[in-house]
């Protein structure tokens, strides 16, 4: 079954760029994830699919500061021009047929 | 407006039964799986288990399979999840969320606002 595995922490500059990274575990790298973003106190919100070849769709309303892409096993989230909003906990998810849904453990990200 | 709206918080005792609801609105509802989630208070999201409301297909996480029981009632756009017999380690918020396309193998694309579970003496 496939295991997302993602940093606890990561931080950047108000106004700056972050590049979050979930990676798929061997004999998955060609999976597809989603990256979801939990602001503190508030319900998961859906922000992207990423494929394995680096193309990514977002959800509706997601600002064109967020964008995805991928590198191998490594599907990635990047946000640019930071805000104090952006401060929240991201988390990828990905699917099979056997095991049906997994979770990445989550990156808090702090907006310095 | 395409939402899932979820029942409110719950205090429950140990040993005692609880169902909770996500009512869907603004779109079809028996064409798009819905999924169960749980976060334990400072901790990560886990999968419970999806059902298909069209048909009640359901699949179960092996880590909550007996433990809960979920099931939808398409009449009126609505999944539930539920327990017979609530452990204090049950307590945690509880997210339902709809998968994107008509088919499980996609992610979860809209989330409900979340239930409150509070088991304790």
């Known amino acids: 079954q496939p295991v997302l595995t993602q940093s606890s922490s990561a931080s950047a500059s108000l106004g700056s760029s972050v590049k979050l990274t979930c990676t798929l575990s061997?004999?998955?790298?060609?999976?597809?994830i989603a990256w979801h973003q939990q602001q503190p106190g508030k319900a998961p919100r859906y922000l992207m699919r990423v494929e394995g070849g680096g193309s990514y769709n977002k959800g509706s309303g997601v600002p064109d500061r967020f964008s995805g892409s991928s590198s191998g096993a490594d599907r990635y989230l990047t946000i640019s021009n930071l805000q104090f909003e952006d401060e929240a906990d991201y988390y990828c998810?990905?699917?099979?047929?056997?095991?049906?849904?997994?979770f990445g453990g989550g990156t808090k990200l702090t907006v310095l | 407006e395409v939402q899932l709206v979820q029942s409110g918080a719950e205090v429950k005792k140990p040993g005692e039964s609880l169902k909770i609801s996500c009512k869907g609105s603004?779109?079809?509802?028996?064409?798009?799986?819905i999924g169960w989630v749980r976060q334990m208070p400072g901790k990560g999201l886990e999968w419970m288990g999806i059902i298909y409301p069209g048909d009640s297909d359901t699949r179960y996480s092996p880590s909550f399979q007996g433990q809960v029981t979920i099931s939808a009632d398409k009449s009126i756009s609505t999944a539930y999840l539920q327990w017979s017999s609530l452990k204090a380690s049950d307590t945690g918020m509880y997210y339902c969320?709809?998968?994107?396309?008509?088919?499980?193998?996609?992610?979860?694309?809209?989330w409900g606002q979340g239930t409150m579970v509070n088991v304790s003496s």
């Open positions: 603004g779109y079809r509802f028996t064409s798009y799986w």
């Open positions: 998810e990905t699917w099979d047929t056997n095991t049906q849904e997994v």
């Open positions: 969320a709809r998968k994107a396309s008509g088919t499980y193998l996609d992610g979860f694309d809209l």
């Open positions: 061997s004999g998955h790298s060609s999976y597809s």
